[in-house]
């Protein structure tokens, strides 16, 4: 097990509304998985992992701020998705992080982006058929190749492996949204000041 420092003091409430809290820690260096999809800075000073679930309510919560954060530190600071869908408690989660892969294999970083806002707007309908819609509304997609991957579970095997990677770290109560920023580690939706404090050391 890690050894574990408290980051934050834990939180069931914050400005944001529910969170799951926070815990510090100092794990080994969490690879970003190749050609994950990212956005902000092309040379960042930090990267920024987050782990999400598109079904997860306080993954939706905390997009509006992770955008403040970008248009804050846009020239400085990298933010990378993670799919870490909670399948016990998110029946749909895995097959949207699957949905969103096979987008962006076809339309490239800008088609996973668009779709990404679209699942978290759509957040209560995210059953295979509707992501087939979501897709299809996006123009471009390849329909037949989408369900394709969809019914293979084609991209299933790099979600999994990636998820192992981040539990291998051995923190306890890992959950949704989760946030590696450099080596400290924030769970829950958080307002833009707890993001601005934990990052600004890491560009002194």
């Known amino acids: 097990m890690l050894a574990r420092r408290t980051l934050l003091k834990l939180a069931l409430v914050t400005p944001l509304g529910a969170s799951l809290g926070a815990l510090g820690c100092t794990p080994r260096e969490l690879s970003v998985p190749p ?65 969103a892969r096979e987008v962006r294999a076809q339309l490239g970083e800008a088609g996973f ?11 209560g309908a995210l059953a295979r058929p509707q992501l087939e819609t979501y897709a299809e509304g996006l123009g ?25 990677e981040v539990d291998s770290l051995g923190i306890d109560r890992v959950g949704t949204p989760g946030f590696f920023i450099g080596e400290d580690v924030l769970f829950g939706a958080h307002p833009f000041a707890t993001f601005r404090d934990l990052i600004q050391p890491h560009l002194s």
């Open 140 to 164: 471009g997609v390849d329909l037949d190749r989408f369900r394709t991957a969809m019914k293979q579970e084609a991209h299933r095997p790099a979600i999994l492996r990636e998820m192992a």
């Open 113 to 123: 982006w668009r779709f990404h806002r679209v699942l978290f707007a759509r957040q």
């Open 35 to 99: 050609g994950a999809p990212g956005k902000g800075a092309k040379r960042p000073k930090l990267v920024i992992q987050e782990l999400g679930d598109f079904e997860c309510p306080f993954c939706a919560e905390v997009q509006p701020v992770l955008e403040e954060v970008l248009h804050h530190y846009g020239e400085q600071v990298k933010l990378v998705w993670r799919d870490y869908p909670l399948t016990r408690i998110h029946p749909h989660a895995m097959g949207a992080a699957e949905a």
